[in-house]
Structure formats: C-alpha cells, structure tokens
Nanobody
Framework: QVQLVESGGGLVQAGGSLRLSCAASGRTFSIYTMGWFRQAPGKEREFVAGITWNGYTTYYQDSVKGRFSISRDNAKNAVYLQMNSLKPDDTAVYYC?????????????????????WGQGTQVTVSS
C-alpha cells in the first residue's frame, strides 16, 4: 500500500504561482514513477506531469510545458508540482498518483489506469 496526501492548493489570480506537495507513506516510494493528474468539473481526469523514480526523466502535458515543473525528494518521500503563469483553464482538482507496476521504471505512463494509488486531491482555482 502507498498512501498519498496532497497539499498546497488554493485560489490564485491568473499569472500567479502555486506549489503542490504530495507526501507518500507506506510501500517504498522511491522506486516508483510518480504522476500529477487533474480533473476539471465535467471533464475526465487527465495527465499533467510525471517523473521517474530517480528524477532523471520528466514528462509534461503540452498545455503546461514551460509553466509547470515536477520534482521529487526521495529522502522526504515527497513529490512536488511547481505551477507558474497559471491560467483559468488550469482550474481543477489536482491528484498525486503512483505507478507501482514496475520498480525502477524508466517510463512515464500517462493513462489514469496505469496508476494504482491516488491521493484525495487538492483544489486549484485560478481567477481571471
């Protein structure tokens, strides 16, 4: 089991920044790929960013490239999402997720079903 708890969401004006954190506990966290997803009202949950177990490889959805940055600190069992230049379209509930299908995987998978463990989500609202 992996328990994930997100924090850092809130209300911000367009152009502002937020930093989301995800604290992991339970099963060994440091050997798995981690991802951030988001779900806006009336829309499907979508991949935002992912990072391999060692942090060497990251991948971003096109709409957030150059604005968002994912990172992790395995010593602290944490993964982060730095969000800059926020837009109203970024408004959603943001979820942290763990892909535990393979240890030390160099892939970053992007489908919801590829991730086995999820946090409860944190709301991000960007006002225009």
């Amino acid at each position: 089991q992996v328990q994930l708890v997100e924090s850092g969401g809130g209300l911000v004006q367009a152009g502002g920044s937020l930093r989301l954190s995800c604290a992991a506990s339970g099963r060994t966290f440091s050997i798995y790929t981690m991802g951030w997803f988001r779900q806006a009202p009336g829309k499907e949950r979508e991949f935002v960013a992912g990072i391999t177990w060692n942090g060497y490889t990251t991948y971003y959805q096109d709409s957030v490239k150059g604005r968002f940055s994912i990172s992790r600190d395995n010593a602290k069992n944490a993964v982060y999402l730095q969000m800059n230049s926020l837009k109203p379209d970024d408004t959603a509930v943001y979820y942290c997720a763990a892909d535990v299908s393979r240890r030390y995987d160099q892939r970053i998978r992007r489908l919801v079903n590829d991730y086995s463990y999820w946090g409860q989500g944190t709301q991000v609202t960007v006002s225009s």
